[in-house]
């Protein structure tokens, strides 16, 4: 069991066409529909907290901003998770140790976190591989709202589906309910998104920001 703290989360979403994204999902795997759609999100945060087992503490590596695009994937067992395109830590010893232990895409980049008043900002600019990647969130933070359906459907992810070793597995995982609240967009600079090679389908969803939750992982389940 792993547990984690997920602080300081923005949410950016687009919808893109299920047929364009298809080929992103491992074996045993489809994209997640909402309504008939699917989406790709833009999810930088901060990383606290992270302990193995009932109390072993992790300070280096427990500890970071990231950012991620993600996809929404479900499987024949109806398991639902995210399917990760990359994922920026500025943790370079994360990297390969996630990469080899569950093919998750890590890579390393120099990353920044810093609030303005009811304003925060997310700069990365990857270093590895394809160095000078770079994506620039800020969001000014506003009242509690309640998400809709898909906003849940969107954030209230259970697990991830990842390819390793020949193999798709699903990690579990379960957080409390996200207490969310509005984010205005004042500035999107992101290359992360084209550069995993999704193309969006429509205009952005409603941004959305959480102080954070606590999540736990569960040990790998074979999918395929």
């Known amino acids: 069991m792993v547990d984690q703290y997920w602080a300081d989360v923005t949410f950016l979403h687009w919808p893109v066409r299920p047929a364009d994204v298809a080929r992103f999902y491992p074996v045993g795997t489809r994209p997640d529909l909402f309504d ?25 590596f427990g500890a970071f901003h990231e950012t ?4 929404y994937s479900v499987d024949a067992a109806g398991r639902h998770g995210v399917v990760f395109l990359s994922l920026e830590t500025a943790r370079l010893a994360v990297v390969p140790v996630v990469r080899a232990a569950l093919g998750v895409p890590y890579c390393w980049a120099q990353m920044r976190v810093s609030r303005s008043g009811g304003r925060i900002t997310y700069d990365s600019e990857r270093r590895w591989p394809r160095p000078g990647l770079r994506s620039r969130v800020t969001v000014h933070v506003g009242d509690p709202v309640q998400p809709t359906a898909l906003e849940t459907w969107l954030t209230a992810r259970w697990g ?4 390793k070793a020949g193999r798709t597995w699903w990690v579990p995982n379960e957080h ?4 969310l609240r509005a984010a205005e967009v004042v500035e999107v ?11 969006v389908a429509n205009a952005r969803l409603r941004a959305l920001y959480s102080p954070g939750v606590h999540a736990r992982f569960g ?4 999918v395929q």
């Open 189 to 199: 600079e992101d290359g992360l998104v084209e550069a995993a090679g999704v193309a």
């Open 36 to 60: 008939g759609k699917t989406y790709v999100g833009l999810v930088p945060f901060t990383m606290r907290h992270t302990n193995l087992g009932r109390g072993l503490a992790l300070p280096y």
């Open 160 to 163: 991830a589906h990842t390819h």
């Open 176 to 179: 409390d309910p996200w207490p």
């Open 219 to 222: 040990p790998p389940v074979r």
């Open 68 to 71: 991620n695009v993600r996809l």
